[in-house]
T-cell receptor, first 113, second 115 residues
């Protein structure tokens, strides 16, 4: 079983609408949780990073939340744009794993006009 | 300041050949990480290197795979005697140091296809 699970696997939304992506992790303690955006054929790009003590972090229209008690994080995209079409990956750095990143499977978002 | 560079972007090899993937980290970064992304799967850690040192290779397959990051030049991920199952996207990332809160910056990846 993957230590970082994401849902949904894929999502289609209309341009201008909001959406929320979920991430559950099973191992703690962790050092930080990140959200990355990966465009097709490109490498992942960091959107947000949160430590254990942080509840929320924003980067423009992207807002990540973290609930360390339930081991859940979410990424909210506001007023989606066509350029938001990408895979969004939840990445956790577990303390027991040093600084290795553990990746979720990603959520593929398609924004339609 | 150029980002992380990887080359080639695409590589086609026949079974049994060798594949060499190169990664030049961002300027000022001395820590390099390699990840593999199999088709329809998430990225998986392979190896973490500093200049001239392998820090963590717990994600590397035991055979045929090796990595180096020499004092001068790019980091190299080498796959000997490739098999079809090695077909994947290989991503390199770099950071200024190995701190847990450090952001890892990813390159565009090398897509390896083994025929």
């Amino acid at each position: 079983k993957n230590q970082v699970e994401q849902s949904p696997q894929s999502l289609i939304i209309l341009e201008g609408k909001n959406c929320t992506l979920q991430c559950n992790y099973t191992v703690s303690p962790f050092s930080n949780l990140r959200w990355y955006k990966q465009d097709t054929g490109r490498g992942p790009v960091s959107l947000t990073i949160m430590t254990f003590s942080e509840n929320t972090k924003s980067n423009g229209r992207y807002t990540a939340t973290l609930d360390a008690d339930t081991k859940q994080s979410s990424l909210h995209i506001t007023a989606s744009q066509l350029s938001d079409s990408a895979s969004y990956i939840c990445v956790v750095t577990f303390k027991a794993a040093g600084n290795k990143l553990t990746f979720g499977g990603g959520t593929r978002v398609l924004v339609k006009p | 300041n150029a980002g992380v560079m990887q080359n080639p972007r695409h590589l086609v090899r026949r079974r049994g050949q060798e594949a060499r993937l190169r990664c030049s980290p961002m300027k000022g970064h001395s820590h390099v990480y390699w990840y593999r992304q199999l088709p329809e799967e998430g990225l998986k850690f392979m190896v973490y290197l500093q200049k001239e040192n392998i820090i963590d290779e717990s994600g590397m397959p035991k055979e045929r795979f090796s990595a180096e990051f020499p004092k001068e030049g790019p980091s190299i991920l080498r796959i000997q005697q490739v098999v079809r199952g090695d077909s994947a996207a290989y991503f390199c990332a770099s950071s200024t140091n190995g701190g847990l809160q450090e952001t890892q910056y990813f390159g565009p990846g090398t897509r390896l296809l083994v025929l």
